[in-house]
């Protein structure tokens, strides 16, 4: 039985240029980049490379990119590094209910550790508001995280208009940063930090078609963050630990090819067409999040009366992967803090199913999911139908 992938907010296959890239570096580039030998040198060489292409991908300067092993790693050293190296008194912090749990449980410590938080709230269509936002700014504040894009409803936030909020506190005199975990939005929507105006934002290579255990921070210049973990002066300071010069250069290679060959318009046309049909052949579908904008490949939907696992299983059965969001939270029956806090009751958001597109998906594999889904959801509610009869028999 062919397979078919549609859990790309989970994570992406690795795409074959960015396995030839990373290959040749195992080979050629296996030395220290700390080292003052040749092969050191070399190792060092390609990883600058690498932070010179995703630097220029996000619109930011190399020095401001520093390489972590992923996007939780990249959100904990943003979020501590920056509140602890803080010394103003009395500190606080503002976040959402919607964030991944890698920001959220930096925060679980930073409040384990005496700092204030805030989890401000989410409207219903998952949007963050701004106004709420500035609403809890405190003379304390040091740090706001805002995630650019949400991993399981695809929603986008007004970024650029919550960073200028702080911005403009920031030039009032308050030392206050802007934070956001832009690990489901790089490669899915056009990224440049300037332009968002944020002076933290964390990243992901394997969200796009490169291997696990690669990510970056970027640090503005004249950022105070500090390391949170001990060791060599590795990455100015920020990250300790010999790098990961075959990682770093997939991931150049990864965005490279996002660069070369965006794949947004793409995704959006195969996604819509695939909602639409979903929404004209199913009873009483709902698309978590419409119509705020959403990244273009993410499809989270709400089947009244279908458990959400249960149609996770079924198309498994059928050959495809899709997932009931978090990738974290799936195999476990808590429903979603992020269809919760958008208020839906518990029974509802178990009722939901994210489908996630990627580079590699064509329009008859879109039709396929859409036509699994259509038979599945039907089967579903006709077996839900007959074990109701019969418990009233
Ligand atoms: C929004 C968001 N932030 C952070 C992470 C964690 O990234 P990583 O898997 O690279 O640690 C994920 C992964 O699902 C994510 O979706």
């Known amino acids: 039985m062919s397979r078919f992938y549609f859990d790309h907010n989970a994570t992406t296959p690795v795409a074959p240029e960015v396995i030839e890239a990373i290959s040749e570096a195992l080979r050629s580039g296996f030395g220290n980049a700390s080292s003052i030998h040749a092969e050191g040198q070399n190792a060092r060489q390609l990883l600058e490379r690498a932070r010179r292409q995703i630097a220029a991908y996000v619109g930011a300067s190399a020095a401001e990119i520093v390489f972590t092993s992923g996007g939780t790693e990249s959100d904990n050293l943003a979020i501590l590094g920056l509140a602890r190296n803080s010394r103003a008194p009395g500190k606080h912090v503002i976040t959402t209910a919607i964030e991944h749990p890698a920001v959220l449980e930096s925060c679980r410590q930073l409040e384990n550790e005496g700092t204030a938080v805030t989890y401000a709230p989410v409207g219903p269509n998952g949007a963050v508001v701004p106004d709420e936002i500035r609403r809890h700014i405190r003379p304390e504040t040091v740090l706001v995280s805002v995630m650019h894009a ?17 911005r403009d506190v920031r030039e009032s005199g308050q030392k206050i940063y802007m934070h956001s975990d832009g ?72 965005v490279e090819l996002a660069s070369a060959e965006p794949i947004w318009r793409k995704l959006a046309q195969m996604r819509d067409r695939f909602e ?4 004209d052949a199913t009873h009483g579908t709902e698309i978590n999040g419409a119509p705020a904008f959403r990244l273009p490949n993410t499809s989270n ?49 178990r009722q939901c199913v994210r489908f996630s597109l990627g580079r590699y998906n064509t329009e008859e594999q879109v039709d396929a999911l859409a036509d699994a889904v259509i038979a599945s959801v039907q089967q579903l509610r006709g077996a839900n139908r007959k074990e109701r009869l019969e418990q009233h028999a």
Do not use: W
Not at 276 to 279: F, H, S
Not at 304 to 330: H, N, T, Y
């Open 276 to 279: 639409q049909r979903i929404l």
């Open 183 to 254: 690990v489901q939005a790089l490669g899915k929507v056009p990224v440049n930090v300037a332009t968002l105006g944020v002076d933290l934002y964390s990243m992901s290579a394997h969200k796009m078609n490169a291997p696990k255990g690669i990510g970056a921070l970027y640090v503005r210049k004249d950022v105070p963050l500090r390391g949170i973990q001990f060791g060599g002066r590795h990455e100015r300071a920020r990250r300790a630990g010999t790098e990961n010069v075959p990682g770093a250069v997939a991931f150049g290679r990864a």
């Open 150 to 166: 949400n991993n399981e409803t695809g929603i986008v936030q007004p970024l650029a208009e919550i960073a200028a909020i702080v």
């Open 301 to 349: 939907l709400y089947f009244p009366g279908v458990d959400g696992e249960a149609l996770i299983i079924a198309l498994d059965l059928k050959g495809f992967a899709v997932s009931s969001g978090a990738a974290c939270s799936s195999g476990s029956v808590e429903p979603s803090h992020v269809l919760l806090a958008m208020g839906r009751p518990k029974r509802e958001a």
